[in-house]
């Protein structure tokens, strides 16, 4: 699975943000305008205007009132002394992707929305999440 950036008018422009390992299913995904969500030309993350490797957070700037940026890295992983790199953080106390606590963890290691247990597909690959309490609903003849 991937996250792809794109001209969300004619999908020009294609370019890859992230991969995702597939044992962290992507659930939706929000679409934002530029026109809606202007982002000044100074702003200090725009693109071009950092040398952040993954990650670039705005920060106050509390002398001039401006913003400055900090760099970021992904989970399992720790900036380098140069404040821009990314490299992964043996020391890191959990590398493996884990569920939200407001998703199901299927059998298989799997995250699925908890809205999709008991539903009667199989989300999970391996049916735990119709196996796993789900009770038979039973109509009565006018339903």
């Not at 969300?8 to 659930?27: F, P, Q």
């Not at 400055?68 to 989970?75: D, K, N, T, V």
Request: charged share 25%; with cysteine.
């Amino acid at each position: 699975d991937s996250i792809f950036r794109m001209n969300k008018i004619d999908g020009s422009s294609e370019t890859v943000v992230a991969e995702i390992e597939e044992s962290n299913r992507l659930y939706g995904i929000r679409v934002y305008s530029s026109r809606a969500q202007v982002m000044k030309q100074s702003h200090p993350c725009i693109d071009g205007r950092h040398s952040c490797q993954e990650f670039c957070f705005p920060i106050p700037n509390n002398k001039t009132g401006g913003l400055l940026f900090q760099c970021g890295c992904a989970q399992g992983k720790k900036l380098e002394s140069d404040g821009k790199t990314c490299s992964v953080d043996p020391n890191a106390e959990n590398n493996e992707p884990s569920c939200a606590p407001w998703d199901f963890t299927c059998a298989n290691g799997r995250c699925i929305n908890t809205m999709w247990k008991c539903d009667g597909a199989d989300d999970c690959f391996d049916n735990s999440d119709e196996e796993q309490h789900c009770t038979k609903v039973t109509c009565t003849d006018v339903e």
